[in-house]
């Protein structure tokens, strides 16, 4: 794998697409309320199936909603489970990466399972005292969960930042896979 390949950390709209579309044919169609969503980095696939919110009382409290939605989320896991793994090998076989699996029923989601990849990184002193600030204050239970808080922090506050640099970044791949033009 060539050193671009690798630095290459955007999901290509083709690949999440073909994604989509091969768990979209594996899987029942009974489980789908809509089109999945699939992520992809190089090490993992994530695919949240749609479902339909649980159907409550009219006057049903937040909590029951909530509970509601827990016990219909559950059994989907479950009743599901053994379908999930024979898709998800055949995944990991033919994409080379391993398969998360959740389900998404309006703004809830639930992740079934994910995968936690240790990666490496060089700090000077000024930001490991960060880290180990949020770990004495319990924030954090080591340096790797303070990184990983902090990675989530940004993520969440500045989603629409990383979201037009996720597109410059596309652009700027689709530039170079076009290279020079000849005269």
């Avoid at 959740?102 to 960060?130: D, K």
């Amino acid at each position: 794998m060539c050193n671009h390949d690798y630095m290459n950390t955007e999901q290509q709209p083709s690949s999440v697409e073909r994604l989509r579309g091969w768990f979209t044919g594996r899987m029942p169609s009974e489980w789908l309320d809509g089109a999945l969503e699939v992520k992809l980095d190089r090490e993992e696939i994530t695919v949240i199936v749609p479902m339909p919110a649980p159907e409550t009382a009219g006057e049903a409290s937040a909590s029951e909603q909530a509970a509601a939605w827990e016990g219909r989320s559950r059994r989907f896991r479950e009743d599901t489970r053994q379908q999930r793994i024979e898709i998800a090998h055949e995944a990991e076989h033919t994409f080379g990466r391993k398969v998360s699996w959740g389900v998404r029923a309006g703004e809830r989601v639930v992740m079934f399972t994910t995968f936690s990849v240790p990666v490496m990184t060089r700090l000077r002193q000024s930001e490991r005292l960060v880290l180990d600030t949020l770990v004495d204050a319990g924030v954090a239970r080591s340096r790797s969960d303070a990184l990983a808080w902090c990675v989530r922090l940004v993520g969440e506050h500045e989603d629409s930042w990383l979201t037009d640099l996720r597109e410059a970044l596309q652009h700027v791949e689709q530039v170079r896979a076009e290279g020079p033009r000849s005269a």
